[in-house]
């Protein structure tokens, strides 16, 4: 199984539509991990390792190097534990 990295950003609700029109991005709240939908790399499922919905989170990417951490790394204070822990696995 791959995972996908997403993030659960700021008021997802609330922002969506003011940051498409303002073209301002959204602040990262937190960096989960989701596996892959069957037959993809870049479509996350519908949820995350810990259980959160995907639905309004926006993908990330697909962890690469083998060596590397799953998450980026300017966004290592805010990686979920539980996703984290299952990572780890």
């Known amino acids: 199984m791959s995972e ?3 993030y659960e950003l700021d008021n997802p ?3 969506r539509s003011a940051a498409e029109r303002t073209g301002v ?4 709240r937190r960096v989960h991990a989701a596996p892959a939908v069957p037959g993809s790399r870049t ?3 519908p949820r995350t390792l810990c259980g959160k919905d995907t639905f309004a989170m926006e993908t990330a990417g697909t962890p690469e190097d083998p060596g590397a951490p ?3 790394e300017e ?3 805010l990686v979920c534990p539980d996703c984290a822990a299952v990572m780890e696995i």
């Not at 991005?25 to 990262?28: G, L, S, T, W």
């Open 70 to 72: 799953w998450y980026p």
């Open 13 to 15: 609700a609330a922002t």
């Open 4 to 6: 996908i990295v997403v």
């Open 25 to 28: 991005e959204r602040r990262v």
């Open 43 to 45: 479509t996350a499922g």
């Open 75 to 77: 966004h290592a204070s």
